[in-house]
């Protein structure tokens, strides 16, 4: 089975503009959840999407912002950029049965100037 | 206070020694527990789940979860120098509110010499 995919692998964008990233799940996969990964703060959890649906939400700005496709791909845009965005952006996604395991994807790093 | 604690490291261990690797979290709702291991430039690879506490074994890896104490540990044995990696804990609880989300902790640097 292909695993977690994300496009673009990397991005370079300078402040102010916004951002698309894709995350496609691993096949049968209903939840997609993304993360923003930095040296500093680690990883911190974005939001999770099932059934098209924002389901949770971490504590970022509503600059950052997603959502999910019936084939459940998913998206999240960030808009009006600033340097402190520069991370690596990782989806996960699960079956959401129990625990809900998470497999990640390779990440879309992003670079602001 | 971050809910999940990770020592940083770095962590260099000759190849062959046994690794032990720890966390401690505050979150007392955290029923789930993961360990994963990043590569440099590359996504969190899943190592081990472990629901509750108890221990799993798989192959040289070894999860121990202790809810009593909040305490998380991974064992590497006959530890490899492609072992070198970060490692990353992680918890969920099993409530509503936390749909797809995992609180990790900063990760260890881990280093295999030959």
């Not at chain 2, 770095?10 to 190849?15: A, F, I, Q």
């Not at chain 2, 998380?72 to 936390?98: E, H, K, N, V």
Request: charged letters at 20%; one cysteine or more.
């Amino acid at each position: 089975k292909a695993g977690v995919t994300q496009t673009p692998r990397y991005l370079i964008k300078t402040r102010g503009q916004q951002v698309t990233l894709s995350c496609s799940p691993i096949s049968g996969h209903r939840s997609v959840s993304w993360y923003q990964q930095t040296p500093g703060q680690g990883l911190q959890f974005l939001f999770e999407y099932f059934s098209e649906t924002q389901r949770n939400k971490g504590n970022f700005p509503g600059r950052f912002s997603g959502r999910q496709f019936s084939n459940s791909r998913s998206e999240m845009n960030v808009s009006t950029l600033e340097l402190g965005d520069s991370a690596l952006y990782l989806c996960a996604s699960s079956t959401d049965r129990g625990g809900g395991t998470q497999y990640f994807g390779p990440g879309t790093r992003l670079l602001v100037l | 206070q971050k809910e999940v604690e990770q020592d940083p490291g770095p962590l260099s261990v000759p190849e062959g020694a046994i690794v032990s690797l720890n966390c401690t979290y505050s979150n007392s709702a955290f029923q789930y527990f993961m360990w994963y291991r990043q590569y440099s430039r590359k996504g969190p690879e899943l190592l081990m789940y472990t629901y509750s506490s108890g221990n799993k074994e798989d192959g040289r890896f070894t999860a121990q979860v202790d809810k009593s104490s909040k305490y998380i540990s991974l064992f590497i044995r006959d530890s490899q120098p492609s072992d070198s990696a970060t490692y990353l804990c992680a918890g969920r609880d099993a409530g509503g509110t936390s749909y797809g989300k995992l609180t990790f902790g900063q990760g260890t640097i881990l280093t295999v010499h030959p």
